[in-house]
Nanobody
Framework: QVQLMESGGGLVQPGGSLNLACTAS????????MGWYRQAPGAERELVAI???????KYADFVLGRFTISRDNATNTVSLQMNTLRPEDTAVYYC???????????WGQGTPVTISS
């Protein structure tokens, strides 16, 4: 079993920045993909950004140029630097991990991000 521990959420004013971090622990096989999804109240969970173990990334259009995802394979940690935050970025952000070898998906418990003045 793999556990994902998130940190870094909180309240920030529009235009501000936050950095989210997530570390995987437990019975870890190589984690092929790590990333972040988010879910706003009344909305479906949506992709924010993912990063493969080789470094390739995918971003949702609404975060291009504002968010940057990075990963440390040695510590199984993924980070999301969020800049120029907008009120519409308010959501619970969930860490995500995928192991191809066992075809397993893992989710963190979620960390709330609130953008408000």
């Amino acid at each position: 079993q793999v556990q994902l521990m998130e940190s870094g959420g909180g309240l920030v004013q529009p235009g501000g920045s936050l950095n989210l971090a997530c570390t995987a622990s437990g019975n870890i096989f190589p984690i092929n993909v790590m990333g972040w999804y988010r879910q706003a109240p009344g909305a479906e969970r949506e992709l924010v950004a993912i990063i493969h173990s080789g470094g390739s990334t995918k971003y949702a259009d609404f975060v291009l140029g504002r968010f940057t995802i990075s990963r440390d394979n040695a510590t199984n940690t993924v980070s999301l630097q969020m800049n120029t935050l907008r009120p519409e970025d308010t959501a619970v952000y969930y860490c995500y991990a995928f192991e191809a070898q066992r075809v397993r998906t893992y989710w963190g418990q979620g960390t709330p991000v609130t953008i408000s003045s």
